[in-house]
């Protein structure tokens, strides 16, 4: 065992050690914070470094939430939802209410009808998924119209909009919430399911 001194000093004789063991302990400790990070850092936006344009404005540039271990290069994408200014506050309590119909929600903008339940026989032939078309548009907006929403609206995601830029966009309200997703293909492909506040004219997303 090591005694460390008031000063700081280890005692003669147990510098050396000292030293090493103090040096592996803070190694072991950046190591699992490292670890953490990594763990965590494959499901959240990336906030690029704030660039300076000719004007002298600083800008933030967002990247896309990365899914799994080979993400691909990188993709233009606007900001989440949740960073627009003008939403309305949302509660945790909220967000906890809808989780349960903001599936059943994405399962509507996503499959279109396909294996709604998980249950129905033609959930077993997987359908291949694809980059999401103006064709997927319109039967996301179709099969939105039928879930118990106040309103729904679909479109494939421009520049500065949530998410991936060509992703298909959706949002759908549910009293004083919206439910905004982004899904890179259809059927089923990876997304940033958002529960966010209305707009001040009441609406999920701006035209």
Known sequence: MHVVRD??????????????????????????????????????????????????????????????????????????????????????????AVRDRARAIRLAASHAGWCMTGTQPECARRRASHEPTQHDVDAARLWLSRTETSASTARLARPGDPGQVGALLYAARLGDVCVVDNLEQVPG??????????????TCLPD
């Open 7 to 96: 000063d700081g000093e280890l005692p003669v004789g147990q510098g050396g050690s000292g030293r090493r063991w103090l040096a592996h302990t803070r190694l072991v400790l950046c190591g699992a914070v490292v670890a953490v990070v990594a763990a965590t850092a494959s499901v959240r936006w990336f906030v690029g470094e704030p660039e300076r344009p000719a004007g002298g404005k600083q800008s933030i540039g967002y990247g896309c939430p990365v899914f799994g271990l080979n993400p691909g290069p990188s993709q233009e994408c606007g900001p989440p939802a949740a960073l627009d200014p003008r939403r309305a506050p949302v509660t945790e309590g909220q967000r906890t």
């Open 189 to 202: 492909g990876a997304g940033g399911e958002e529960i966010v506040g209305l707009l001040p004219d009441g």
